[in-house]
């Protein structure tokens, strides 16, 4: 029998969803030439940017500070490419973690790419009349 999993407790599970998550992203034929060949991302900066979001979400610890829907509007996505990025996410935690936070990481995610395609969605429509 494998051990129940732990729920997301410490930074050391924070780097473990981020890292692990990014890992499949990276794989991926949708989302892999978004943010390599368009977005030409520096993951050096922004795996420790994700550290911060995630942590601030579920540890509390209020340290990151940025904006990040702006980072987004530019990008050629739509639905298909949240779900994707949804469904990774989901895997990632339901892989490595059990328990209220990692129930909150879902939902967190999913609240927020639900905003996000939605005013992506728009601005596209709107930019187009
Ligand atoms: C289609 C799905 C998504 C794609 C393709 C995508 C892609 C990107 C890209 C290219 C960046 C910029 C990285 C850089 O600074 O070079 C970024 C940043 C970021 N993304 Fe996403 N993203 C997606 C969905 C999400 C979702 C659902 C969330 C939140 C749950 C999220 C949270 C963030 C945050 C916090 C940043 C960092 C912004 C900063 O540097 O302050 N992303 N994303």
Known sequence: MTAPLADIQTEADIKTLVDSFYDKVN???????????????????????????????????????????PKHLPLPVDATHFQRWLNLFYATVEENFAGPNADQAKVRALNIATMFEYRIRKYNSLSIL
Request: proline share 7%; aromatic share 16%.
């Open 27 to 69: 794989q991926d034929d949708l989302l892999a030439p978004i943010f390599n060949g368009v977005a030409h991302v520096n993951w050096a900066a922004h795996l420790p940017a994700m550290y911060d979001f995630w942590s601030s979400l579920l540890l509390g610890t209020s340290r990151y500070r940025g904006r990040p829907f």
